[in-house]
């Protein structure tokens, strides 16, 4: 593919090869092996150079876009290993979402690594514990809870002071300025059976009944916030730090200060001690540096930090380019490994040695200089970088096959031959029947194809390569992925039935909704377009016919065939007027007027000399139908 590209920018072997830094005899095989294993002839060589052939356009333009996904791709990798890129899920208690804290290292990150994403969620004890062990988040900030269990890391960020009570809003107390621990006598002092740092609540009833506290004590099943609705139900009070006060307090609670009351609370910030993204630390960092700006901080001079995998090898890469090393076998091996995770299972998937297995993957990380794996006796684990590009192999593979079919597009092109599909209706038949002329009269060495297909089959039909053009009803919603082209061909109206020839409905000039309420109705089923059927279902209840549907079909040519046989009624076209489908009349049904009409389908970038030239021919034709219908 870089050879090729060469070739095709500069059009001369010598200059091409110089570029791509081989030697000519050597360019020239590789464009005479490549073109054997396509089939297709690529170059067109003559005294002042080569030049590309209509195959060779094709896949020179595929080949240039697929090595700048390439080159993007690696830019992604490397910026997750060096932790500019990434997602992480933060859980934080409501305490250290109002000291500010993880909203600041929001914004360092938004400003500093603005590919990282952070998500921000609120959990308290024992909840939010339980979400770093489960892996539900990344990293928490949080209180203290003493020794960290084994598979944890923490580093202070700030210190608090718990020195308030929260009571319920409607309690007298909550009017106070100032509360006397002797004043909270009378309601119960809430604890947590369920906390994250049962040391610190001793610490604090400890120095609670220092000061006199005189409150029985209620101890209930559950956590923080369960101790904070209890509460606001009036069941009694609990001890809240300086600055959870400032934030939005639980709803039905107030905070009024205690005096004498201050016991320190230490927030910190925790990870799993195994988890080694780059993302993470670079994340803790920007945590680390928001606390700082604190005035109460307590981040260390030298915090503890997620130890990272360091780059294979040291190398210089321009952004966006791709090591000429790399090779799409190189894509096929990282992918294997990252399905499998061994190198045993990965070779025997890909059909190869696991020696050379591994001398692929050794090569792929050298040419990155990146790791990409870590290698244990249990197996190979992706590190973060090599995920992400892992992550966007399939679709660089699949860009591949998209290559390799634009260019058997372009080859089809180059042999004369165009593919369109139709729908079977009148219309369609008239405009194929000029089409057909035209073009043998100006392209005689143009071979059409013609072939019977129903409207929603005809857009994958032209995403897969199998055809050319369409000529299809012109349905809502036709193409959902914005590549290809509509052209209203010719207007049309759906607002006639088609009925039986010899049923009783035929001898009437127009058709009433009465007519038809009892009568079955021949349609397609749902699934087959939704937006047609609703758009039909909600014109016919708009005349008061809610139709009686007699058997769902995909083809207009079975569907015509019922009706003619009194099986029941279909959709009829204004077109159809003068020529009814076999055995069936066409009648108007009073107030039933859908717009309708034949729609040309095509690629917004058609490579093809052939479905160009037949373009220009329905182009042409158009013209002058459109000339014809102007007055005088």
Request: aromatic share 4%; charged share 25%.
């Amino acid at each position: 593919m870089r050879y090729f590209t060469a070739v095709a920018e500069s059009r001369n072997l010598t200059l091409a090869a110089k570029r791509a830094h081989v030697a000519q005899p050597a360019l020239s095989r590789a464009m005479q092996d490549l073109e054997k294993e396509l089939g297709v002839k690529l170059l067109e060589r003559h005294t002042r150079g080569v030049s590309p052939t209509l195959a060779g356009v094709a896949f020179a333009a595929g080949a240039a876009r697929l090595l700048e996904e390439a080159g993007t791709a690696l830019d992604r990798a490397d910026a997750v290993a060096a932790g500019r890129r990434g997602r992480l899920v933060m859980g934080a208690m409501l305490s250290a979402i109002a000291t500010g804290i993880p909203g600041e290292a929001e914004d360092l990150l938004r400003r500093h690594h603005p590919e990282v994403t952070l998500v921000l969620k609120d959990s308290d004890p024992p909840d939010i514990t339980e979400g770093i062990l489960d892996g539900t988040f990344d990293l928490i900030i949080a209180v203290e809870s003493g020794a960290s269990p084994a598979p944890l890391v923490s580093e202070p960020l700030w210190a608090d002071s718990v020195d308030q009570a929260l009571v319920p809003a409607r309690h007298p107390l909550a009017k106070q300025p100032l509360l006397d621990i002797q004043d909270l006598a009378g309601l119960p002092f809430i604890l947590p059976q369920r906390t994250m740092a049962p040391g610190w609540w001793q610490t604090l009833l400890a120095d609670l009944q220092k000061l006199g506290l005189r409150s029985p004590l209620l101890v209930i099943d559950g956590g923080l916030r369960d101790t904070h609705i209890a509460v606001a139900a009036g069941r009694g009070w609990a001890a809240i730090g300086r600055s959870r006060a400032t934030g939005a307090l639980p709803q039905g609670t107030v905070a009024v200060p205690v005096a004498g009351l201050e016991t320190t609370l230490v927030g910190v910030v925790t990870w799993r001690k195994n988890d080694h993204r780059p993302v993470l630390r670079t994340t803790i960092e920007a945590v680390l540096e928001a606390a700082r700006q604190r005035p109460n901080h307590r981040v260390r001079g030298e915090p503890a930090l997620p130890s990272v995998a360091l780059p294979r090898v040291k190398t210089r890469r321009p952004r966006g380019s791709l090591p000429t090393a790399i090779e799409v076998r190189h894509l096929r091996a990282l992918l294997a490994v990252a399905a499998t995770q061994t190198i045993g299972r990965a070779a025997e998937r890909l059909g190869i040695t696991q020696p050379a297995l591994s001398r692929q993957l050794g090569e792929l990380e050298h040419a990155c200089g990146l790791s990409l794996m870590d290698r244990s006796a249990r197996g190979i684990q992706l590190t973060a970088a090599g995920s992400a590009f892992a992550g966007d192999c399939p679709a660089l593979l699949l860009e591949l096959e998209r290559i390799l079919l634009d260019t058997t597009r372009a080859r089809r092109g180059m042999e004369g031959r165009c593919v369109i599909a139709a729908v079977p209706t009148a219309t369609t038949g008239e405009i194929l029947s000029r089409l057909i002329a035209a073009t043998a009269d100006q392209h005689p060495h143009l071979h059409l194809v013609i072939e019977e297909m129903a409207t929603p089959f005809q857009v994958e039909a032209i995403g897969r390569g199998e055809i050319d053009l369409g000529l299809a009803h012109s349905y809502p919603a036709l193409d959902r992925t914005g590549d290809l082209k509509l052209d209203l061909l010719q207007d049309d109206r759906v607002d006639s039935a088609l009925v039986s020839a010899t049923g009783p409905l035929a001898r009437k000039k127009r058709l009433a909704a009465r007519d038809l309420a009892d009568v079955p109705f021949l349609f397609m089923e749902r699934s087959f377009h939704p937006a047609f059927y609703d758009r039909i279902m909600s014109a016919l209840r708009t005349i008061g016919l809610d139709p009686r549907v007699g058997g769902t079909y995909d083809g207009l040519r079975a569907v015509w065939s019922l009706a003619a046989q009194g099986k029941g009624w279909c959709l009829g076209f204004r077109s159809q007027a003068s020529h009814p489908p076999s055995g069936t009349v066409l009648i108007p049904i009073t107030g039933f007027d859908v717009p309708w009409g034949i729609t040309l389908i095509r690629r917004k970038t058609e490579r093809g000399e052939a479905v160009r030239a037949v373009l220009d021919v329905l182009k042409g034709l158009s013209e002058k139908k459109k000339a014809k219908r102007k007055p005088g």
